[in-house]
Every structure is written in structure tokens, then in C-alpha cells.
């Protein structure tokens, strides 16, 4: 967590210089900036049977991301990090929201350009809520962004997962929109705390189709990886299939206009870049880094 006047002096000297370009150099009330990021239900919850298509059900131990990068600007051209590049380390597992970063003195009014980015642990990176060393050594040894494990059950079938993955992603113009009605980046208030919350769902991981509105949610394939039967679903396994052949043999799993969707593997990291969000129902434009 950043929060120390380091940061805040930090917030200042990035902003400050951008307001004066906006505003002729007149200088406005400013207020602070708490990011927080927090596991939606099917986080902390797991997902119910009911939920999925084929009748699996899936709880998580573990939901460990590396959250950082965070940055305000005007338009996208003039966003500016909060810091130097801090990263927290979070177990969204773990229920209730977490902080990310706590801005002191910024610049009030309308930032309509906010970004965000998941990244391998960095040199930056702290723990956060519910992490630990092992977590940061493990995910540190092969460059991960994101760590799953948990649990899928179907009758008397029990299947566990325990994923890394290696990827970089920047979330760039989140929005929300509320009815006919977009707000886009973040509105800091004068001299009190904006709060924006980052959620993190494990929805898209199982979603059957990468470019569908609205997928239904399926287990079964990643169930049928298992071929050693040892009742645990590896990275590995998964790479060993190859989409094509399912979707030939129970449909579903399209890739729309993603490339280098080839197994399994490609396919749920591909859905494992969309698992952030903002403020609740808002949505941001994903960025492969």
C-alpha cells in the first residue's frame, strides 16, 4: 500500500505540471485518490453449479494478482502514473476490498483517461492483502501476472487447477456507463477521499466463447485435460489440446478475431486478460503489453 508522503509529493510533481498545461497555470483545490481492487462474487464465492452450462461448480483458494501502473490524465495522450510504477500483490480470494495505492493532493475535478495494468511481478512490487513470500517467489520464478487454484466439482468428480500466468495487460479507458450515460476515468473530489475499486472476476477464465456478448459459462472441456486422471488440470494438459478439436467435438470455444488461439492453454489465457474491471460495472479497453 502507498500511502506515505513520498507518494504524495510524487502525485503532485506529475500532476500539477499536466493542470497547469490544462488551465493556464491556475491552481485548483485538490483531494486524494484511494484505489482499492476486490474478488466479485464468483471470486470469493466460487461459481455455482447453476451458473455453468455443463453442471461443473468452481471455488478458488487462491486468486493472486499483481495490480499496478495505475495513472490519470485528461485524454490518453497526457495520462501520467501516480508513483513510480508501485505494484501490490492480491489475493482476491481473500473476501473485502484491498488497497492498491492511496494519491494525496490531487489535482480536483475530472480525470476522464484512467489506466490501469496487471503485470509479472515487478521489482516494485509489495504484498498485499492475503499474500505472502511464497506467493511472490513462486509467481517471481516464472514471471507471472495472475495465480488461480482451486476446485471443480461435478457429482462425484472433483478436479483442482493451480495456474500461473505469464501475462502483461493494460486496462486503458475505463468508463462506466449508466443508462445512456458514460463517465468515463474518474472525478477526484476536493478535499475528501475518491474512492475507485478495481473488481476482479473469475467469470471470463470458463466463458466458451472469446468475442460472444454474452457466453455461457463451461467446464467441461478443461475437465477433459485431465488425461492422466490424477484429478489435477495443468497448464501443460491444457496445452495439449487443441481448440479445434473441441469445438469439433462439443462446439463452443470460439476465437473470434483473436490470433494464436491453437489449445487450450492459448484459450484461457487469452480469457485470463479479461478478468478486471472498474468500478463495478464499468469496462476498460484491454491492452496486450
Given at each position: ?96 476490498p484491498k488497497t492498491v495505492l492511496i494519491a494525496q493532493g490531487v489535482i480536483a475535478g475530472d480525470w476522464p483517461a484512467f489506466t490501469y495494468e496487471l ?171
Amino acid at each position: 500500500m502507498f500511502r506515505a508522503s513520498s507518494l504524495s509529493s510524487v502525485a503532485l510533481r506529475v500532476l500539477l505540471p499536466l493542470l497547469a498545461a490544462c488551465t493556464g497555470g491556475s491552481l485548483r483545490p485538490s483531494g486524494d485518490l484511494e484505489v482499492t481492487t476486490q474478488g466479485d462474487l464468483s471470486v470469493e464465492d466460487g461459481i455455482a453449479a447453476t451458473d455453468f452450462a455443463d453442471g461443473w461448480a468452481v471455488r478458488f483458494d487462491r486468486f493472486v494478482v499483481n495490480v499496478g501502473g495505475i495513472a490519470l490524465g485528461v485524454d490518453a495522450a497526457s495520462v501520467v502514473p501516480l508513483g513510480e510504477e508501485p505494484y501490490v500483490l492480491v489475493d482476491h480470494a481473500v473476501p473485502g476490498p484491498k488497497t492498491v495505492l492511496i494519491a494525496q493532493g490531487v489535482i480536483a475535478g475530472d480525470w476522464p483517461a484512467f489506466t490501469y495494468e496487471l503485470r509479472p511481478i515487478r521489482a516494485t512490487t509489495t504484498l498485499g492483502g492475503g499474500t505472502t513470500d511464497e506467493d511472490l517467489m513462486r509467481m517471481r520464478m516464472v514471471a507471472a501476472s495472475t495465480f488461480v487454484k482451486g476446485v471443480a466439482t461435478k457429482g462425484n468428480t472433483t478436479k483442482t487447477f493451480e495456474w500461473l500466468f505469464s501475462l502483461a495487460t493494460a486496462y486503458e479507458g475505463c468508463r462506466v456507463m449508466q443508462g445512456t450515460t458514460i463517465t468515463r476515468g474518474v472525478h477526484v473530489n476536493a478535499d475528501t477521499t475518491t474512492g475507485v475499486d478495481l473488481p476482479v472476476s473469475a467469470r471470463p477464465l470458463f466463458e466458451e466463447d472469446l468475442s460472444a456478448l454474452k457466453p455461457a459459462l463451461r467446464f467441461e472441456a478443461l475437465a477433459n485435460a485431465d488425461v492422466n486422471g490424477d484429478g489435477a488440470i495443468s497448464l501443460a494438459e491444457l496445452d495439449a489440446v487443441a481448440v479445434a478439436d473441441v469445438r469439433a467435438s462439443i462446439g463452443h470455444y470460439g476465437a473470434g478475431t483473436y490470433i494464436n488461439i491453437n489449445t487450450m492453454r492459448d484459450y484461457i489465457s487469452a480469457q485470463a486478460r479479461r478478468i478486471g474491471g472498474f468500478r463495478g460495472i464499468g469496462s476498460c479497453q484491454l491492452k496486450r503489453l
